[in-house]
């Protein structure tokens, strides 16, 4: 099993920036990719960012892309998502996810093996 814990939402204005935090633990060594999704009121989950655990290929939403930076911290076990000139329409919940998926589509909720909580992020406009 593999835990993921998401940290860094909260409030902030349209135009601002915020970096989202999601540590992993517990058996990070089956992971291949880890992602980001969010959720709108209303809305369906969506793809938002990923990137392969060793590699450090990454893929991005047309909507985040030039916004949103994905990186992460291998010996931390730490994925983190810098979003950068946040719009009011980026508000929703982001969930971390992680897969053990070789040939994964990094946009496909159903190839992500585990979960976070989720975190909410709000823009104002």
């Known amino acids: 099993q593999v835990q993921l814990v998401e940290s860094g939402g909260g409030l902030v204005q349209a135009g601002g920036s915020l970096r989202l935090s999601c540590a992993a633990s517990?058996?990070?060594?089956?992971?291949?990719?880890m992602g980001w999704f969010r959720q709108a009121p209303g809305k369906e989950r969506e793809f938002v960012a990923a990137?392969?655990?060793?590699?450090?290929?990454?893929y991005y939403a047309d909507s985040v892309k030039g916004r949103f930076t994905i990186s992460r911290d291998y010996a931390k076990n730490t994925v983190y998502l810098q979003k950068n000139s946040l719009k009011p329409e980026d508000t929703a919940v982001y969930y971390c996810?992680?897969?053990?998926?070789?040939?994964?589509?990094?946009?496909?909720?159903?190839?992500?093996?585990?979960w976070g909580q989720g975190t909410q992020v709000t823009v104002s406009s």
């Open positions: 996810a992680a897969s053990k998926v070789y040939y994964l589509d990094y946009s496909t909720r159903g190839d992500y093996d585990y």
């Open positions: 517990g058996r990070t060594f089956s992971i291949y990719a």
């Open positions: 990137i392969t655990w060793a590699g450090s290929n990454t």
